[in-house]
């Protein structure tokens, strides 16, 4: 048994190195070292690192400061060199499967937002949902050594920062980053929060301004507000919520209203000079037999001064 897990550690090793070796050949790739290609010396110190509980651990914290998946990227390494392990030790088919499908919820297509879990392409996400009972202990090959390449660039950063704090110290002062990064980002979601509802508190108050000039709008050019109706069945708006009515019925009414006050301001008009001519004229009438009968009176001696003279 022993020596079938030692065989299976060589096997992974050569994986390795082929894998990073066919990399070189796609892309430029360079460490901090700046050198092209790690050593096979290299490769295994850190496949051993991974498999060192504490080691992992503090590397596991490292790499949670340097992005969103990197953290369960460890995890989804040391989940597949398990399930390898227990493939090799030649468990019945159901074991071996339950552990592909805990594999695959946890990091390939999880349940929770965002389904994959891992920093890897879709289509080797896809690849494996696809073939999972077909490729055997391969079955998360190529996602494990993507995973373990983007690890792998890091292991120099943590190299050198675990050489500057003193053993005991380690997780501690990443913990202590870690919490000043987790601060950080809910500080700045607080901050795009309440910009947010800042953002919607000012439309608000513009919907609600100009609400009140399309109330007034209507009132001046008697237009009216009704309420349109919410939605049918579906939900679906069928009118808007505010329309402007204008009727033209109500426009002629409103004109005949106008023409029939006009009508009766000139009929009370023309009354009102009928009335005062009637009493100008009886007036005068009035003046004129008064002269009359004033002359009749002054014709009547002088027709007696003319009897009395004969």
């Not at 050593?39 to 590397?59: G, V």
């Not at 339950?98 to 946890?106: A, C, E, G, M, P």
Request: net charge positive; hydrophobic share 35%.
């Amino acid at each position: 048994m022993e020596r079938q897990k030692v065989k299976s550690q060589v096997e992974d090793v050569v994986e390795d190195q082929i894998f990073l070796r066919h990399r070189k050949k796609r892309e430029v790739w360079k460490h901090v070292d700046s050198t092209w290609m790690a050593s096979s010396k290299e490769i295994l110190a850190f496949r051993r690192a991974l498999l060192n509980p504490l080691t992992c651990q503090q590397f596991q914290r490292f790499v949670s400061l340097k992005g969103d998946f990197l953290e369960n990227g460890v995890l989804f390494w040391l989940e597949v060199q398990r399930y390898k392990d227990l493939f090799h030790s030649h468990c019945d088919e159901a074991t071996v499967q339950h552990k592909v499908t805990l594999i695959i919820r946890s990091f390939i297509d999880s349940p929770l937002p965002p389904g994959l879990q891992i920093n890897i392409p879709p289509e080797q996400a896809r690849d494996i949902l696809e073939r999972r009972r077909e490729m055997g202990p391969y079955v998360f090959r190529e996602a494990q050594m993507t995973v373990f390449t983007q690890l792998f660039k890091l292991w120099p950063q943590f190299l050198s920062f675990r050489s500057s704090v003193e053993e005991e110290r380690v997780l501690p002062e990443l913990e202590v980053r870690k919490e000043k990064q987790r601060q950080k980002l809910h500080r700045r979601r607080r901050e795009e929060e309440e910009a947010r509802r800042a953002q919607e508190e000012a439309e608000k108050q513009k919907s609600s301004f100009a609400e009140g000039l399309f109330e007034d709008g209507c009132s001046v050019f008697g237009g009216s507000q009704e309420g349109g109706e919410i939605g049918g069945e579906s939900g679906a708006p069928t009118h808007p919520a505010q329309q402007v009515s204008w009727s033209y019925s109500r426009y002629i009414s409103a004109l005949e209203q106008e023409e029939a006050l006009l009508q009766t301001h000139l009929e009370r008009g023309v009354a009102t000079l009928s009335v005062s001519s009637g009493t100008v004229s009886s007036r005068r009438s009035v003046r004129s037999e008064g002269r009359g009968s004033t002359c009749s009176q002054r014709r009547i001696p002088s027709s007696r001064a003319q009897s009395v003279q004969q």
